[in-house]
């Protein structure tokens, strides 16, 4: 019998089986093929287990336990190098419950997946004939696996024997398992899983070679507009302060350094804006991590790996949110810096926690594995408490210190410039609604790539594609919310703030809008649990991508705003 210990070992260090060791068949999860998430423990079907003796099922990870993994033991006795004829493990005394439990999951396209030595394995429960009146289920299970040394590196399952369902039967159920030698190396014994032909399309490939022709169009666009109208700008200006008092008053001022006096006061709700920049700038913080622990340590090997790295980083990188979110409140001049950095700690958490709570209710009565154990959500409170919370702490007391003094170039006017009538086109709202197509149609189809191997069956290995993509979306954010900025403020808008965060951030509106399309078109989801799985954590995706997006486009618009005003010789 292993302990949890024992298995929490393994898991780190890769077993190395001698002859005749016991070899455990982990059942972990069934459900219908076309709703991945919407999955129940293997026994909740009235499948019977093998005589040996039980293991308790068991988390490894916190991600394992979020992602809805029961490892149940199989009670199949396999033995390393050891092939067993077909023998019968079990009988099912089918009843017309259990037929109809069988009917409703073979009509449903159930399948089945289990574990031998962290290697998946599928099979389906059963199928019915062409006219879908006689239903059948595979009775006999024929593995086959693959060893190299004395490592499994390979393992495959065939499914036979398909008996009719008819009621009050008995149905032998049966395994076979044949032993060969590999030459597959056990580092890449993974490989087989993976699907190059779809991840490394010409598709793939051109739209990061389009995506990244636009970057470079757009940073020479922005920097042959900007440089010659802020060089024209510059010569103006210069040219006015050679001028005398009166023909100054003269003169026909306009442009963005009349509201030099403007452009640096606080902005509206800067407790809220801070806490979104500064859980902005830790998201793209936990993202480039994740990305590159992904490349380098090829985390889609191990179960739950992914969401364990993603939670253990988000924390870890708690002080990133404090810094620059307590900062920028206390540049703005904001008094309450201990609300704004429980609001900034938890506004990601809470978002996330409150869209699984609410999932979690539809899981516990569908009775899926997907329903959250009480103890994993207690974890989960406890790393916001003990550990998110702690060193955002930590994070705002540093910004306050080091980077909290409002050192703007300019003075802020006692009394706020009114805003003049602009054309319609030069109205925030609109700006906003704008600003996020270009970024959009830079990450669009690596988007596909990441929904399909999230809601469908395909392992996503390819993170160095998926850094180039994260890095062209941020400097087309930049970009754009640059321009955008500097129309505002050729428009005497001084309103910059918001606007270049949320005409960033609106990228996560297109994002989610093109959520629906892949849902309608190109999946087949059906059901309240699948729906509401998919709805709720993409707006989850979308709404944490556009505040990562928001911040990097506000960083950047600041550094720009910082600079032309810096070289300005303002009275």
């Known amino acids: 019998n292993l302990t949890h210990l024992q298995l929490w070992f393994l898991a780190l260090f890769p077993l190395q089986y001698t002859d005749k060791e016991e070899v455990v068949l982990w059942m972990n999860t069934v459900g219908p093929y076309h709703n991945r998430q919407e999955t129940y423990k293997y026994f909740s079907l009235p499948f019977c287990a093998g ?3 039980t293991i308790s099922h068991y988390h490894e990870t916190l991600g394992e336990a979020l992602q809805g993994v029961e490892l149940e033991f199989s009670g199949l006795d396999i033995k390393f190098k050891d092939e ?39 099979g389906i429960v059963g199928e019915a ?31 036979e024997g398909k008996v009719r369902l008819v009621p009050n039967t008995r149905i032998a159920m049966s395994y076979s398992v044949k032993w060969k030698k590999s030459d597959v190396k056990f580092e890449d014994r993974f490989d087989k899983y993976l699907d190059p032909s779809f991840f490394q399309h010409r598709i793939h490939w051109f739209s990061i070679f389009n995506s990244f022709m636009m970057v470079i169009f757009l940073v020479g666009l922005v920097s042959m507009i900007l440089m010659r109208t802020l060089r024209k700008d510059y010569a103006r200006y210069s040219k006015e302060e050679e001028m005398d008092d009166m023909d100054r008053d003269l003169g026909d001022e306009y442009g963005w350094k009349q509201v030099h006096g403007d452009v640096f006061r606080p902005s509206s709700h800067p407790l809220i ?6 859980s902005g700038c830790q998201i793209f913080s936990v993202s480039f991590i994740v990305i590159i622990v992904a490349m380098v340590e090829d985390l889609y090997t191990e179960r739950g790996s992914m969401l364990s790295t993603a939670i253990f980083v988000y ?19 904001g008094r309450r810096w201990i609300k704004q950095m429980f609001i900034g700690a938890f506004l990601i958490p809470a978002m996330v926690c409150g869209t699984a709570f609410f999932i979690n209710f539809i899981a516990i009565y569908y009775h ?14 406890c790393i916001c408490f003990f550990v998110i919370l702690p060193l955002n702490l930590v994070g705002t007391i540093l910004g306050r210190n080091l980077s909290g003094q409002p050192n703007f170039p300019c003075r802020v006017n006692a009394v706020p410039r009114p805003i003049p009538e602009k054309k319609w086109f030069m109205e925030p709202a609109v700006i906003v609604c704008l600003g996020g197509i270009l970024p959009f149609g830079s990450i669009f189809i ?45 428009a005497e808008d001084y309103r910059w703030q918001w606007t270049s965060f949320l005409s960033a951030a609106s990228t996560a509106v297109y994002v989610y809008m093109y959520s629906f399309y892949y849902y309608f078109f190109k999946t087949k989801m059906y059901g309240l649990f699948q729906t509401s799985f998919y709805f709720g954590y993409m707006a989850v995706f979308s709404t944490a991508l556009g505040i990562m997006c928001g911040a990097v486009g506000y960083m950047g618009t600041s550094a720009f705003v910082r600079k032309i005003y810096t070289n300005v010789k303002i009275d």
């Open 84 to 122: 067993v004829m077909q023998t019968t493990y079990c009988e099912i005394d089918l009843d017309k419950a259990k037929r109809d439990a069988f009917v409703y999951a073979i009509k449903n396209h159930y399948w089945y997946q289990m574990y031998i030595d962290d290697l998946p394995i599928w």
């Open 315 to 333: 924390a870890a990188t708690s002080p990133v949110n404090g810094y620059f979110g307590g900062s920028l409140y206390a540049k703005q001049g």
């Open 129 to 159: 004939d062409e006219n879908g009146e006689d239903h059948y289920l595979w009775t006999y299970k024929k593995l086959e696996i693959g060893f190299n040394g004395n490592r499994i590196v390979d393992v495959n399952l065939t499914s």
């Open 446 to 490: 690596e988007m596909y790539f990441i929904f399909t191997s999230f809601w469908a069956y395909k392992i996503y290995y390819v993170y160095g594609f998926m850094m180039l993509v994260l890095v062209i979306l941020c400097i087309v954010t930049v970009c754009v919310t640059i321009v955008c900025t500097y129309f505002l403020l050729n």
């Open 273 to 278: 804006f801070s806490s979104l920049i500064g």
């Open 368 to 381: 899926a594995s997907r329903a959250i154990p009480f103890g994993t959500m207690v974890a989960v409170c």
């Open 51 to 53: 005589s040996k003796k």
